[in-house]
């Protein structure tokens, strides 16, 4: 079958490709002229393991070609892929449709055939009645030809997107007549065959699913951030209470590590997204409302961790931080809403001069951290630093060369977003170390840890 994929970021490239792996024959169309001849010339636009791999196997199959004229890629597809970016509208936190519906148009404009129109950008409620209504005024009715909106969002995680895309733990479908469901089952063939779980639904529960999960998945990080809080007052492990409450097995141990406050390209906005849409429907959703604001506080937070264990605001002025990780988690170079911004402008704000490493992140992090000074690696970062924080949780900093830490930097702190070390090894090794809701010192020898 032939699928066209509008939108060829960190979703519709990934799905392209993998789509094209499964035996279709798949072209990515973008509009961003640079990304297209980046993809031509085999150079990925985006950090993703595996993927480079993926898309040169696919290409040289003939599988997998890539666009900027819409009109003449989508001849032909069966399929029409809507995998552009909804990021939230400045002012109100409402998901920004203008990519969505702009390819709406150019899709009915262009229409030569019977087709099914895929959303797989995350798109509130209704979305898709109204991707129905621009295509539908855009010609393609006019032209006689048949054709018919699904929702099909993507549940991935950048980092492990391939993985993910391959092996799902469940495929969603929305759609609302039998042409959508017949041309979706054969999308997704090959991963019935992988006996993938697949989820035929109404399109608008479709739509509040993807809000729904991500906004669960949000409030149980942010709920064990909470507990981590608590247990530093108290005196308690988080990553024991953790564990204690993971084995439950209604709870599941995933998505309880406590950190730094969740960010990223998802969580932030689609939160902010569905709250928007309580509010339009009048109809509530004051766990989320909690959610969003306790991640807002907390990353800031963190950064006042950062300068109260230089000694306190008075102290930190002038004195200098090495940030370890500035993508919002490890494995990718997605930089969009990461909690390393908040701290980094936390500690800036408050006189502290900030040098930063991280492996695939600091292209992208120039420009959103200007007053941040980019280093080699991160011993180069660590030099003569007044404290070490970890941000994210990078492989390259898990077993990091600790003397060479301790004799390059000026003081011994480490601030540990992360919990990637042990606090009892780290204060035998002489570190002033602090980590996320591990209490107290005694709390923290006693630790199972890691
Ligand atoms: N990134 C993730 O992990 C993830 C996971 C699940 C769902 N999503 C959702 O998927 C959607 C896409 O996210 P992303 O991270 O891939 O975004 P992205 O910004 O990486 O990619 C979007 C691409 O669409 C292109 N584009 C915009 N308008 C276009 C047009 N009119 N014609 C052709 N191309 C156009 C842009 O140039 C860009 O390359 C969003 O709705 C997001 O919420 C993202």
Same mark, same amino acid.
């Given at each position: 079958?032939?699928?066209?994929?509008?939108?060829?970021?960190?979703?519709?490239?990934?799905?392209?490709?993998?789509?094209?792996?499964?035996?279709?024959?798949?072209?990515?169309?973008?509009?961003?002229?640079?990304?297209?001849?980046?993809?031509?010339?085999?150079?990925?636009?985006?950090?993703?393991?595996?993927?480079?791999?993926?898309?040169?196997?696919?290409?040289?199959?003939?599988?997998?070609?890539?666009?900027?004229?819409?009109?003449?890629?989508? *001849?032909?597809?069966?399929? !029409?892929? /809507?995998?552009?970016?909804?990021?939230?509208?400045?002012?109100?936190?409402? *998901?920004?449709?203008?990519?969505?519906?702009?390819?709406?148009?150019?899709?009915?404009?262009?229409?030569?055939?019977?087709?099914?129109?895929?959303?797989?950008?995350?798109?509130?409620?209704?979305?898709?009645?109204?991707?129905?209504?621009? /295509?539908?005024?855009?010609?393609?009715?006019?032209?006689?030809?048949?054709?018919?909106?699904?929702?099909?969002?993507?549940?991935?995680?950048?980092?492990?997107?391939?993985?993910?895309?391959?092996?799902?733990?469940?495929?969603?479908?929305?759609?609302?007549?039998?042409?959508?469901?017949? /041309?979706?089952?054969?999308?997704?063939?090959?991963?019935?065959?992988?006996?993938? $779980?697949?989820?035929?639904?109404?399109?608008?529960?479709?739509?509040?699913?993807?809000?729904?999960?991500?906004?669960?998945?949000?409030?149980?990080?942010?709920?064990?951030?909470?507990?981590?809080?608590?247990?530093?007052?108290?005196?308690?492990?988080?990553?024991?209470?953790?564990?204690?409450?993971?084995?439950?097995?209604? !709870?599941?141990?995933?998505?309880?590590?406590?950190?730094?406050?969740?960010?990223?390209?998802?969580?932030?906005?689609?939160?902010?997204?569905?709250?928007?849409?309580?509010?339009?429907?009048?109809?509530?959703?004051?766990?989320?409302?909690?959610?969003?604001?306790?991640?807002?506080?907390?990353?800031?937070?963190?950064?006042?961790?950062?300068?109260?264990?230089?000694?306190?605001?008075?102290?930190?002025?002038?004195?200098?931080?090495?940030?370890?990780?500035?993508?919002?988690? $490890?494995?990718?170079?997605?930089?969009?809403?990461? $909690?390393? !911004?908040?701290?980094?402008?936390?500690?800036?704000?408050?006189?502290?001069?900030?040098?930063?490493?991280? $492996?695939?992140?600091?292209?992208?992090?120039?420009?959103?951290?200007?007053?941040?000074?980019?280093?080699?690696?991160?011993?180069?970062? !660590?030099?003569?630093?007044?404290?070490?924080?970890?941000?994210?949780?990078?492989?390259?900093?898990?077993?990091?060369?600790?003397?060479?830490?301790?004799?390059?930097?000026?003081?011994?702190?480490?601030?540990?977003?992360?919990?990637?070390?042990?606090?009892?090894?780290?204060?035998?090794?002489?570190?002033?170390?602090?980590?996320?809701?591990?209490?107290?010192?005694?709390?923290?020898?006693?630790?199972?840890?890691?």
């Amino acid at each position: 079958m032939k699928i066209a994929m509008v939108g060829s970021g960190y979703v519709g490239l990934v799905s392209g490709a993998c789509f094209a792996d499964f035996g279709h024959d798949v072209v990515c169309i973008d509009k961003d002229q640079a990304k297209i001849d980046a993809l031509h010339r085999g150079v990925m636009p985006i950090y993703e393991p595996g993927l480079d791999a993926l898309v040169d196997t696919n290409v040289k199959a003939g599988r997998l070609t890539f666009s900027t004229d819409l009109p003449s890629a989508i *001849a032909g597809a069966l399929a !029409i892929f /809507i995998a552009v970016g909804t990021p939230s509208r400045r002012g109100d936190g409402h *998901a920004d449709l203008t990519f969505v519906h702009a390819v709406a148009r150019e899709v009915g404009e262009a229409l030569a055939g019977d087709a099914v129109v895929v959303t797989k950008s995350t798109v509130p409620v209704g979305t898709g009645d109204e991707v129905e209504r621009i /295509i539908a005024d855009s010609g393609a009715a006019a032209r006689g030809h048949r054709f018919s909106v699904v929702s099909n969002p993507e549940f991935l995680r950048e980092g492990a997107a391939i993985g993910d895309f391959k092996r799902p733990d469940r495929i969603v479908i929305g759609a609302e007549d039998e042409f959508g469901r017949e /041309i979706m089952r054969e999308v997704y063939r090959p991963l019935f065959l992988n006996q993938a $779980p697949i989820l035929f639904t109404n399109r608008r529960t479709s739509e509040l699913i993807k809000y729904a999960a991500n906004a669960f998945l949000a409030t149980k990080i942010t709920f064990i951030n909470e507990m981590a809080d608590l247990c530093e007052k108290v005196g308690a492990d988080v990553q024991d209470v953790a564990r204690g409450i993971g084995m439950d097995n209604r !709870i599941g141990p995933k998505f309880l590590h406590a950190g730094p406050g969740y960010g990223g390209s998802c969580f932030p906005k689609d939160t902010l997204a569905l709250l928007k849409t309580s509010e339009d429907y009048d109809s509530p959703t004051r766990i989320v409302e909690a959610v969003v604001k306790a991640n807002d506080t907390r990353k800031r937070a963190m950064g006042r961790k950062v300068i109260d264990a230089l000694g306190g605001l008075e102290q930190a002025r002038g004195k200098k931080v090495a940030l370890l990780g500035l993508t919002f988690k $490890p494995n990718t170079d997605d930089m969009r809403d990461s $909690p390393a !911004i908040a701290v980094a402008q936390t500690l800036t704000d408050a006189g502290v001069a900030v040098t930063a490493y991280d $492996p695939e992140g600091m292209e992208q992090a120039r420009p959103l951290l200007p007053q941040v000074t980019m280093a080699d690696d991160p011993y180069a970062a !660590i030099d003569g630093a007044d404290a070490v924080a970890i941000v994210t949780e990078w492989d390259a900093f898990r077993a990091l060369d600790l003397d060479r830490v301790k004799a390059i930097a000026k003081a011994p702190v480490l601030v540990d977003l992360r919990n990637i070390y042990n606090p009892a090894d780290m204060r035998a090794k002489g570190f002033a170390y602090s980590s996320i809701g591990r209490g107290s010192p005694a709390a923290n020898g006693m630790s199972g840890g890691l």
